[in-house]
């Protein structure tokens, strides 16, 4: 149980263009999904914080009119990255933490690779 | 502030036991996360750790104490596959996962 699913896995576009990720909960109800971008070599970096019908939380340093976060239901949230530039290529990690668990659990998708050309 | 410090890379022989061990000063502490991630993957959940003491899962072991801030994560009987990053994560008094930078475990023959 607890499987995340992201879509699609890996990503090639050009600058100015954008990119929407899928985040889907497969078996469980995720109250809350998190999105995480890690750099090479680099730990996961928080983006945002989204709760399902309300608007996400981002985190200090990052564009919320870039990066578009959309929870429309307890199964599924989307990122998008509006205008991508060759800075923007990185690995996208989305998570969702059920509203059950007492411990915070969050279950992570298999992540998407992003290059922007 | 809020940090996460855990060894940046650490190399162990095959069959061997090695000690990743975290440290951290939290704005609150709500439980403790290991995951494992091998390169270019998703990070997996291998423990958690919210009362003091060691919990054991196969040949993976996590130890917590909350008065020093800190945790180790234990590796018995490596095997080649056991080589990715460990990251540490504290949940902080907001329920945000605080990450660590990961430790990166080489493991030889």
């Known amino acids: 149980g607890a499987v995340v699913s992201q879509h699609p896995s890996r990503v090639i576009c050009k600058s100015g263009t954008s990119v929407k990720i899928e985040c889907r909960s497969l078996?469980?109800?995720?109250?809350?999904m998190f999105w995480y971008r890690q750099f090479p070599k680099k730990s996961l970096m928080l983006m945002a914080t989204?709760?399902?019908?309300?608007?996400?939380?981002?985190e200090q340093g990052v564009e919320k009119d870039k990066f578009l976060i959309n929870h429309a239901s307890l199964t599924l949230s989307t990122l998008t990255v509006t205008s991508a530039h060759p800075e923007d290529s990185s690995f996208y990690i989305c998570?969702?933490?059920?509203?059950?668990?007492?411990?915070?659990?969050?279950?992570f998708g298999p992540g998407t690779r992003l290059t922007v050309l | 502030g809020q940090n996460i410090d855990q060894p940046t890379e650490m190399t162990a022989t095959e069959g061997a036991i090695v000690q990743i061990n975290c440290t951290y000063q939290?704005?609150?502490?709500?439980?403790l996360f290991w995951y494992q991630q091998h390169a270019g993957e998703a990070p997996t959940f291998l423990s958690y750790?919210?009362l003091d003491g060691l919990e054991e899962k196969g040949r993976f072991s996590s130890f917590l104490s909350r008065s020093k801030g800190y945790s180790y994560l234990l590796l018995k009987e490596l095997q080649m596959k056991d080589s990715a990053s460990y990251l540490c994560?504290?949940?902080?008094?907001?329920?945000?996962?605080?990450w660590g930078a990961g430790t990166k475990l080489i493991i030889k023959p």
């Open positions: 750790n919210v």
């Open positions: 998570s969702a933490r059920p509203g059950t668990t007492d411990y915070n659990e969050q279950f």
């Open positions: 939290t704005s609150g502490f709500n439980g």
């Open positions: 994560a504290v949940v902080d008094s907001n329920y945000q996962l605080i």
């Open positions: 989204s709760n399902e019908g309300s608007k996400a939380t981002y």
């Open positions: 078996d469980f109800q995720a109250t809350t």
